[in-house]
């Protein structure tokens, strides 16, 4: 061994005795490297981020905390929850004078809370479960998963669900192992976590504890623990905590908020691949090395082990935390790489034992080339797709994207180098290191810096500048009903469908503005003329609507006055 692999290896080795002494800091400082490149920088998102952000932004400036609403639009989708988490995040940003209601990222504080109470749950409870190191371990992979990194950026719900998941499922977990030492007190605990998370996604967080509950109950044909959880208080206290907001927005929508939450938004999803996220069944199987990069590959190497340890109590109780709800998000229709990331957790955690257990079953060498060619083909994939894609859309390369490869080549060298002297775990944490120059490539330096992705900004920008102090009421936009243009210009904007509209809206008021898509501009024309005005041309904005994946030039009009 070199000279350099032996100060290499004493380095690593001096680091993870820090990272022992220290679990919880170890782990925040990972989550912090990790999280933060390119979350103050990204501009608002289309579209689920922006929907998420625009309604808590309405809810600040209103005061109502019981509607949510898209502009002038009701959004009877998801619970309150995260909508109260992000205005008092804004709240109190706005009272310390470090961010306010216009800052995109004041607004995904909560996911990012959210991931880092995930990745520390994952450590504080898998310690009851299968010890400290691996849980600390496991609590690594989670915080490397790009899933989990990419949620941790936008301003929506699911890294805080992780989050309440994650932490009911690990007191569930010691209910399961030590029924007669789970007290009063942890059941309460249990119930209200259950309860935030209802307020943040409805069914999703009971749906996990109640399919595991009942694959136990199957399969070790009996339930010692259902007693521990005082299921006769403790449900009470977790619909005490939800159905004084139920009540208010039925009563407020007139019960459109569950026909629509229910009936469009839930079921739709079941049926139908809602918003085309449609995928096979086998989706999330086919995508975990992905999704769970880079660290996931431990878990398909500990697969079979967990199988044949299943009757062992705490793999009986990770596995049944797992495979139902991963059944379940394969059987729904809709399909969006997140969605099965409550299961995380549990896999990391079984990946983790494997990885620690100095009795292991080594797996075959086909299934560790496969592993290494997952790890590579992922790694520089990411590579190639910070690559091609400001390529695409501008013809030219941000910083960032010419050093995604050479940290790919670096992350696959080092994790390669450890799975060949079959050190399991340390190449599971070399991945999770070496991903944060990667990711800080793409997220940090390539991401935000593809101008033309990124129009509500520069549309913000030229109103500013060619029509400063514009109510935004008296501002239309057709050919671009992004929701982050409502984020960054108001939501009392004039959505509008087609450039006859655009011409009508633009003829109804003096001072007004309209941005009108180069799609309906020559009915625009016509109409105004028709309408007897004579629009100016104030500025043109072109770019990539990569909701829709096509180029647009919105140009920018006002009233020529005589």
Known sequence: M???ALRTDRWISGVSARAQAWPRLALVLLCLALFLPGFFVTPATDRDESRFSQATRQMVETGDYIHIRVGDEERNKKPVGIHWAQAASV????????GTRRDIWAYRIPSLLGAILAVLATFQFGRVLVGRRAALLAGAMLAGCMVVMVEAHIAKTDAALLATITAAMGLFGAAYLQPGQFTARHAAAFWVILGIGVLLKGPIAPMVPLLAGITLVVSDRGAP??????????LPLMLLMVLPWMVAIGLATEG?????AIGDDMLGKVGSGDEKHWGPPGFYLLSFLIAAFPAGFLVVLAATTAWAQRRQPVTRFLLAWIVPTWLVFEAVATKLPHYTMPTYPALMLLGA?????PLR??????LIRAMKGAVAGVAFGIGIVALAVPWFVTRHEPLGALLALPFAALLTWLVWREMSRAAWARAAVLGVVAAIPLYASIMQLTFPRIEALWIAPRLEAVLAREAPGLDPAQFGITSHAEPSTLFHIGGAL?????????????????GRVVAVGNRALDDFNREAAAQGITPRLIGEVAGFNYTRGRPITLSLFKVTTP
């Open 494 to 510: 004039r959505l509008l469908r087609r450039g006859e509209d655009a011409a009508r809206f633009l003829a109804e008021r003096p």
């Open 91 to 98: 709240h109190l940003l706005e009272a310390t004078g470090l």
């Open 361 to 366: 079953r080594e797996p075959p060498r086909w």
């Open 225 to 234: 623990w259902f007693r521990a959880l005082r299921l006769h208080w403790g």
């Open 353 to 357: 034992v494997w990885a620690m257990d």
């Open 256 to 260: 459109r908020f569950f026909t629509q």
């Open 2 to 4: 070199s000279t350099l």
